[in-house]
């Protein structure tokens, strides 16, 4: 006989802190509107899209070291390599584009 045990909510707490997201970006002219994972194991493709026609750099911190950032097409071919730094990705924001990321962490 199985029993389930139900996932019980921290009362504490309503809201994950920033510092523990997953992913987060510094400017307000760009929303992070997908994150998905591949069939490959410890990499995740996010989308990044740009609302307000401004162009900028900006950075998108992870929640977990990254060994590489790649900009891809809509098939997932390779763009452009992304600096990477610790965590932190830099991404040159296009104004009103739609940007597709391939990240792969570190094992």
């Known amino acids: 006989m199985t029993t389930c045990f139900p996932i019980k909510p921290i009362r504490r ?3 994950l802190p920033e510092e ?7 400017c307000d002219n760009a929303v992070i ?3 998905s ?3 490959e194991p410890g990499v995740f493709l ?4 740009e609302y307000y026609g401004k162009s900028k750099l900006v ?4 929640g977990f070291p990254v060994e590489s950032a790649t ?3 809509l098939l997932e071919e390779a763009l452009s390599e992304l600096e990477v730094r ?5 991404l040159p924001l296009r104004k009103n584009a739609i940007h597709t990321i391939r990240i792969r962490m570190k094992s």
Request: cysteine-free; proline content about 0%.
């Open 86 to 90: 610790n965590s932190s990705i830099s």
């Open 33 to 35: 509107t997908s994150v």
């Open 20 to 26: 523990e997201s997953m992913f987060h970006i510094n």
């Open 46 to 49: 996010i989308r990044v899209v």
């Open 71 to 73: 900009e891809v097409n």
């Open 59 to 62: 950075v998108i911190k992870t």
């Open 13 to 15: 707490s309503r809201f």
């Open 37 to 39: 994972g591949t069939a």
